[in-house]
Nanobody
């Protein structure tokens, strides 16, 4: 059973930066695709960014140019660097891994951006 654990959330002022990490208990080569999702209070969970095992990425329009997703297969870790943060980025951020028809979610880390 692979487990995903997010870290790095916190409180930051608008315009600031935060870096999130998602550490896997197993080998992330298992995951063909990994992604970051977020859920703000009262809203549905939405995709933030995804990255394939080959390194191909895609981003939600709302974060393009500000967020960068990456993965380090040797460290079994995925990252999300968030710059130029806005109050509307406030949410719980979750990592997800998909592979062999299965998907795994972390428990989330909270990001709060103050105006």
């Amino acid at each position: 059973q692979v487990q995903l654990v997010e870290s790095g959330g916190g409180l930051v002022q608008a315009g600031g930066s935060l870096g999130l990490s998602c550490a896997a208990s197993g080998n992330i080569f298992f995951f063909n695709v990994m992604g970051w999702y977020r859920q703000a209070p009262g809203k549905q969970r939405e995709l933030v960014a995804r990255i394939t095992s080959g390194g191909r990425t895609n981003y939600a329009d709302s974060v393009k140019g500000r967020f960068t997703i990456s993965r380090d297969n040797a460290e079994n870790t995925m990252y999300l660097q968030m710059n130029s943060l806005k109050p509307e980025d406030t949410a719980a951020y979750y990592c997800k891994g998909e592979g062999f028809g299965m998907e795994y979610w972390g428990r989330g880390t909270r990001v709060t951006v103050s105006s």
